[in-house]
Nanobody, 125 residues
């Protein structure tokens, strides 16, 4: 079982990036997906999550700018990030739990079984 994250890079404020998280060994369409990030000197924080057969949830800091999507044929989830801000600079991680996490756990990084390796997003002019 593996998650492979990609798509990070350097972008100017106001720009966009799309992160990808490809899974092997299990099906993402039956999993709870979480996107987390860890900025410089900060703890890891949850920013978006999607449980099977539900609409995604986003924290206020990214709501309206970030979007989770999924390509079942590629067994890959994406995080589209628009209107990026310098405070979005962080290492971004995708995570998955092979099933539906209960509501109280969907933001809890400790509840996720599988993690990608992290991809760095730098927002700077």
């Amino acid at each position: 079982v593996q998650l492979q994250a990609s798509g990070g890079g350097l972008v100017q404020p106001g720009g966009s990036l799309r992160l990808a998280c490809a899974a092997s060994g299990f099906q993402l369409n039956a999993a709870t997906i979480g996107w987390f990030r860890q900025g410089p000197g900060k703890t890891r924080e949850a920013i978006a999550t999607r449980r099977p057969f539900e609409s995604p949830y986003y924290v206020d800091a990214v709501k309206g700018r970030f979007t989770i999507s999924r390509d079942d044929s590629a067994n890959t989830v994406y995080l589209q990030m628009n209107n990026l801000k310098p405070e979005d600079t962080a290492v971004y991680y995708c995570a998955a739990y092979a099933g539906r996490l209960i509501t109280s756990n969907k933001w809890n990084p400790g509840a996720y079984s599988y993690w990608g390796q992290g991809t760095l997003v730098t927002v700077s002019s």
